[in-house]
């Protein structure tokens, strides 16, 4: 009775909307009202993931009891390109069942960090000289060598998959947020470079400098999620995608810089990682990183907004670029969000919806094959987690139009724009004779910019609009025509 009710107020609330002003409840009733289906077809493409876990009330515990929703609900959810991700735990058996009964992909997500997973193993942490204690408030590391702890959770890894496959559950995702140790910081340098085991591990004058640690460190841990994520997972599903939390590919020629662009990263590259997982996240830490570079600035919506531009679209560029030569047999699944407050200051405006709209465009076009969505709820800001779906849905809809250029494209444009970037930002996708490409500028008026779409082509010249615009180009007897493509309704 309770499935009938749901399902017969859906149809009928289907087409209400809420107003601004009042919070959104975190349900899939009201989610399913705020998201319509997908217009167009996205039938063996990725679904997108979301950190929250979907609910049918906010009192509903099925998910932390492993019991399956109602198969409808899936199934709406795989009609909104969306499903409900799940942790490698036996225990959700039933729920990937019930998914796959409703037509919906069955993706893992597990968040861990710390020491983990070498914890795991006997006597992990770092073995101290006499005369060194870790500064105060610095947590004591493990030996990034010892992978003991790594074994054993590779053979979880295996164990568990092993059951969901015996239950006939395909998997169509692995994608971890293990964002353990180890990490080419300083700290963990200075604690490595005091312990008499690691002193005993490491090779002669790795643990003499900084750099040079750092540079093994990065591809040591490239090493690990290879050997101890993606192999247990490829070996019980060959097919499945598998990546891990900001897994990018940097090189020495074009280096790509942590997801907050405070550091470069060193050389690495995706081993047995079938996709990269660049982060792209409206986080206020820029404020606090990037602010006093820009000199006296006005802290508005405006300048904020420039900001969280530059350094989402930065990661994501960077390692597309790489990955375009390096591994374009890879996928890329980034990681998304519009608000992510790691200070606690309301003084720093949130990334604007309409921004964040524009910034998930050029996502897309920059070489995108789906999306996970971190929408925690948040006090204060709980309607967020639904708004970040609702924006992250229209626009992959949006981008479905152009489904081709998604699947077939080639890059047209990496180029990172800067801080406080005021000319046109522009990205794109080619394909054969066609090209869609997608501008906009960061000012009040309409700006210009010349491309050249084809190399034995002439150059274009296309409007950047401050709402943006979307352009459809043709190549045809050596010309270039220019489409023009309607863009979709802006964010409430």
Not at 92 to 100: F, R
Not at 123 to 129: A, I, N, Q, R, T
Not at 164 to 167: G, I, L, V
Not at 244 to 247: I, L, R
């Given at each position: 009775?309770r499935?009938?009710i ?5 149809l009928?609330?289907g087409?209400?909307?809420?107003a601004?002003?009042?919070?959104i409840?975190?349900?899939l009733e009201?989610?399913f009202?705020?998201?319509?289906p997908?217009?167009h077809?996205?039938t063996?493409?990725f679904?997108m ?5 979907f ?7 099925s ?6 929703l109602p198969?409808?609900?899936?199934r ?6 969306l499903?409900?991700?799940l942790?490698p735990?036996?225990k ?9 009964e409703?037509?919906?992909?069955v993706?893992?997500?597990?968040g861990?960090?710390g ?7 006997p ?7 006499a ?13 990034p060598l010892?992978l ?5 959770r ?5 164990e568990?998959?092993?059951k969901?496959?015996?239950?006939g559950?395909?998997?169509t ?5 293990w964002?353990g ?13 005091h312990?008499t085991?690691?002193r005993?591990l490491f090779?002669?004058?790795?643990l003499?400098d900084?750099?040079r ?6 591809a040591l ?10 192999a247990?997972a490829?070996e ?6 598998v990546t891990?939390?900001?897994?990018v ?6 280096l790509v810089w ?12 995706l081993g047995?990682?079938t996709a990269s997982?660049?982060?792209a996240y409206?986080n206020?830490y ?5 602010w006093?570079?820009?000199?006296n600035l006005?802290?508005n919506?405006?300048n904020m907004?420039r900001?969280y ?15 375009e030569?390096?591994?374009p ?8 969000d519009r608000y ?9 405006p949130i990334?604007s919806?309409d921004?964040?709209r524009?910034i ?8 995108a094959?789906?999306m996970?969505i971190?929408n925690?709820?948040r006090?204060g800001h709980e309607?967020?987690?639904t708004?970040e779906i ?9 981008m ?12 047209m444009n ?5 801080l406080q970037?005021?000319d046109?930002?522009w ?14 500028v960061?000012?009040s008026?309409?700006k ?5 779409p ?8 296309l409007?950047?609009?401050p709402k ?10 050596g010309?270039?025509?220019?489409r023009p ?8």
């Open positions: 009775m499935i009938l749901l399902t017969a107020a859906l009928l609330w087409g209400l909307a809420f601004a002003e009042e919070p409840p975190w349900n009201t989610l009202q705020r998201v319509p997908l217009k077809d996205a063996g493409r679904a993931v979301t950190w929250e876990r609910r049918l009330s906010a009192e509903d515990k998910f932390e009891e492993g019991k399956p198969v409808e609900m899936y709406e959810l795989a009609r909104r390109g499903t409900q991700c942790p735990d036996e959700y058996i039933p729920t990937a069942l019930a998914i796959q409703a037509g919906g992909q993706i893992f997500v597990q861990d960090g020491n983990s997973p070498g914890s795991l193993g006597d992990p942490l770092h073995k101290f000289v005369d060194y204690k870790p500064p105060e408030g610095h947590q004591h590391y493990v030996c010892l003991a702890g790594w074994h054993q590779a053979q979880s890894v295996r568990t998959l092993g969901f496959k015996a239950a559950v395909n998997v995702g692995f994608w971890m947020d964002e140790e180890p990490w080419p910081i300083r700290d963990r340098w200075e604690q490595a470079a312990c085991r690691c005993e090779p002669p004058g790795v003499d900084f750099e640690y750092a540079a093994f460190i990065a841990r490239a090493d690990l999620f290879s050997a101890y994520l993606a247990p490829l019980v599903y060959p097919n499945c995608s891990n939390w900001e897994a590919v940097s090189t020495p020629e074009h942590s997801w907050t662009q405070s550091r470069p990263l060193p050389p690495q590259l047995l990682l997982n660049p982060v409206g206020n820029y404020y606090q990183q990037h006093e570079k820009l000199g006005p802290l919506q405006e907004d900001l531009t530059s350094i989402m679209l930065a990661q994501t560029s960077q390692n597309a670029h790489n990955q030569r390096w591994a047999d890879k996928q890329c699944i980034p990681w998304v992510c407050p790691d200070v606690e200051d309301e003084s720093v990334l919806r921004r964040y524009e998930l465009r050029h996502i897309w076009l920059r070489g094959d789906g996970q971190f925690p709820l006090k309607s967020t987690a708004e609702e924006d992250a849905v229209a626009v992959y809809d949006e479905l139009a152009y489904r081709k250029f998604l699947e077939e494209g080639k890059l990496t180029e990172v724009p800067g970037e005021r046109p930002i990205s794109g996708l080619r394909l054969d004779n066609e090209a869609l490409v997608r501008a906009f960061q000012d008026q309409p210009a910019f010349t491309i050249r084809w190399p034995e082509a002439p150059e274009v010249t409007a950047a609009p943006g615009a979307t352009y459809h180009l043709v190549l045809r007897a010309k270039v025509i220019v493509v309607e863009q979709s309704s802006p964010a409430h």
